[in-house]
C-alpha cells in the first residue's frame, strides 16, 4: 500500500501486494446478508426454568453493519455526534508517513528512547480548484495501544483490528529482532498505517469521536480518552475467567468460534516458525553462491582462453549470492500479513469473553429472580420446601407475626419486580450484542477470506519469480561455460 492511501482506497478496492514499502493487505468493509429467520419476542421474559444461552441458535440474526454504517446510534462518548465527521472521514486520506526516533522522560522522570510516527490527514474534496493543506500530527506506539484498549472496551461485539508487533516475532536469524533496528520500524510504521485505515474503513468504529480526535488533535488527547472512564469498564481478567468456568448454558456458535480462534492462532504460528525456518535455509543456499563466484573468478585468473567465461559466471552467482537479502526482506511484509491475523485471533477470543460474561450474568440474574421467588411463596404458603437458616431461626424462636411476614412479601414482591425488569434487560441487551457481532463476525470473515487468499497467492508469486530468476542465473552461467 503506498503512503497516503487513504479510506477511499481502503474502502473501494481490495489489497494490494506487500512489496518492500507495500502494506498489508487491506479488503473494503463487508457487508452482511440478512437472514431469514427472525428474532424472538422481545417482550419474552426469560425464566429460570427455561433458561438459554444468549442469542439462542433459534433466533435468527439480522444483518446490522450496514444499518448501523447508515446512522444507528453508536455506543460510547462519541453517540450522537459525528454524523458530519464521519462524512468528512470518508473523505479524507490516512497515511503514517514518517518514523523518528526521539529521547524524552517517562512517566517515572527517567529518560527513553522511543519512536514517533507522523500521522498525516489530508481532504480529497478540492475548494476553488486547490485540494485542502495536509493536517499531521505525531503518535507513540503507546497512543495507538490507548486508543485500541478503548475500541475494545466501548465495542465489545466489534472485532477491533489489532495493532502490529511491539518488538518482532518469528523473524529469521540474520534479522534484527531490536524494536529500535530501522527496518522494523519500517514494518511497524506500515502496520501503524493499515491498522488506522482498518478502524477508518470500518462502518462503525469510523464514526466514534476519539478516533476522530486521535487523528486530529495532538495535545490533550490522552486526557480526552481518559475522561471517558473506559478504564472503569473494562472486565477484569478474574472476571472473564470465572465467567468462562462457570456460565452454565454457553452458546455453541460462540464456543466453536473461540476454538477456532485457538486453531488459527496456532495454524500461523506454525506457518510462521517453518517460515522463518525456510529463510534460514535459503538464505544459506544463495549466499554459498558467493563462493561459486569466488572460486569462478579466481579460476578465470589463471587461465588465458577460458577466463573470460569463467570471469562473467562468477560475476552472475555474484549477483545471485547478493540477491538474498532483498528477497527476504520482501518476505517479511508477507509475513506481517500474517501476522496480523494471528493477532485477530485474540480480538476474537475478546469478543466471544464479553459474550460469556453477559450469559454469566445473566444466568445469575435468573437464579437469583428464581430463589426470591421462592422465598415469596414459602412465606405465602408458611411451607419451607428446601433446608435454610430462616427456616431454623423459625423453628427455635417461633414463627413470625402475619404483619412481619407481610411486610417482608410485600419486600420481596418489590425485589421480585426489579429482577424481572432486570433480567428484561439483560435479555434484551443479550440479543442485541449477539445481533450485532455475529454482523460483524461475517464481515471479518469476509475480509479474513479475502486478505489471506490474496497473501498467499503472492506469495507463492513471489516464490515462483525467485525460482525462476535462480534458473535464469544458471541459463547465463550455461551460455558463459558453453562459449570459452
Not at 498489508?24 to 437472514?35: D, S
Not at 442485541?432 to 461475517?442: G, H, Y
Amino acid at each position: 500500500m503506498p503512503r497516503g492511501r487513504g479510506l477511499a482506497a481502503a474502502a473501494g478496492g481490495g489489497a494490494g501486494s506487500a512489496g518492500r514499502g507495500g502494506a498489508g493487505a487491506l479488503c473494503p468493509p463487508c457487508r452482511t446478508a440478512a437472514m431469514e429467520q427472525a428474532l424472538p419476542d422481545p417482550e419474552r421474559r426469560l425464566q429460570p426454568a427455561t433458561l438459554e444461552p444468549l442469542g439462542h441458535p433459534d433466533a435468527g440474526l439480522e444483518s446490522a453493519v450496514g444499518e448501523e454504517a447508515e446512522g444507528a446510534r453508536d455506543e460510547g462518548p462519541g453517540d450522537g455526534t459525528m454524523m458530519e465527521n464521519n462524512f468528512w472521514l470518508k473523505k479524507i486520506e490516512i497515511s503514517v508517513s514518517e518514523a523518528e526516533k526521539r529521547t524524552g522522560r517517562n512517566a517515572m522522570n527517567m529518560q527513553e528512547t522511543y519512536t514517533a510516527y507522523l500521522i498525516e490527514t489530508r481532504s480529497v474534496e478540492h475548494i476553488d480548484g486547490q485540494s485542502v493543506l495536509t493536517d499531521s500530527l505525531w503518535r507513540r506506539y503507546s497512543e495507538f495501544e490507548l486508543l485500541r484498549n478503548y475500541l475494545l472496551v466501548y465495542y465489545p461485539h466489534i472485532v477491533v483490528p489489532p495493532l502490529p508487533e511491539k518488538r518482532a516475532e518469528f523473524v529469521w536469524h540474520k534479522l534484527s529482532a531490536d524494536n529500535m533496528d530501522p527496518d522494523f520500524v519500517e514494518r511497524r510504521r506500515i502496520g501503524l498505517e493499515n491498522f488506522l485505515l482498518r478502524v477508518a474503513s470500518h462502518p462503525i468504529l469510523c464514526r466514534d469521536k476519539i478516533f476522530y480526535l486521535f487523528l486530529t488533535q495532538e495535545g490533550n488527547w490522552k486526557e480526552t480518552v481518559n475522561e471517558t472512564g473506559f478504564q472503569l469498564k473494562a472486565d477484569s481478567r478474574l472476571k472473564a475467567l470465572n465467567a468462562t468456568f462457570r456460565v452454565k448454558n454457553p452458546d455453541k456458535r460462540f464456543t466453536e468460534l473461540k476454538h477456532y480462534s485457538d486453531e488459527l492462532q496456532s495454524v500461523i504460528s506454525h506457518l510462521l516458525r517453518v517460515r522463518a525456518r525456510v529463510a534460514d535455509r535459503l538464505y544459506g543456499v544463495y549466499k554459498v553462491h558467493g563462493n561459486y563466484g569466488r572460486v569462478f573468478s579466481e579460476w578465470s585468473a589463471i587461465e588465458k582462453e577460458m577466463g573470460d567465461g569463467l570471469q562473467s559466471a562468477g560475476h552472475h552467482m555474484d549477483v545471485y549470492a547478493s540477491s538474498i537479502d532483498d528477497i527476504l526482506e520482501d518476505e517479511e511484509h508477507y509475513a506481517d500479513q500474517l501476522k496480523e491475523y494471528l493477532f485477530y485471533a485474540e480480538a476474537l477470543r475478546a469478543v466471544c469473553r464479553k459474550h460469556e460474561l453477559m450469559q454469566y450474568d445473566l444466568e445469575m440474574a435468573a437464579q437469583d429472580l428464581a430463589s426470591k421467588k421462592q422465598q415469596c411463596e414459602e412465606l405465602a404458603t408458611g411451607t419451607v420446601r428446601t433446608f435454610s437458616l430462616k427456616g431454623m431461626t423459625t423453628k427455635l424462636f417461633g414463627q413470625e407475626t402475619p404483619e412481619q411476614r407481610e411486610a417482608r412479601i410485600k419486600v420481596l414482591e418489590e425485589q421480585i419486580n426489579e429482577g424481572e425488569q432486570q433480567l428484561k434487560s439483560k435479555n434484551q441487551e443479550g440479543r442485541e450484542f449477539v445481533k450485532n457481532a455475529w454482523a460483524d463476525i461475517e464481515r471479518f470473515k469476509e475480509q479474513k477470506n479475502h486478505d489471506l487468499k490474496e497473501a498467499l497467492i503472492s506469495y507463492a508469486v513471489m516464490q515462483i519469480s525467485m525460482c525462476k530468476k535462480g534458473i535464469q542465473v544458471w541459463t547465463n552461467a550455461k551460455e558463459c561455460f558453453s562459449k570459452m
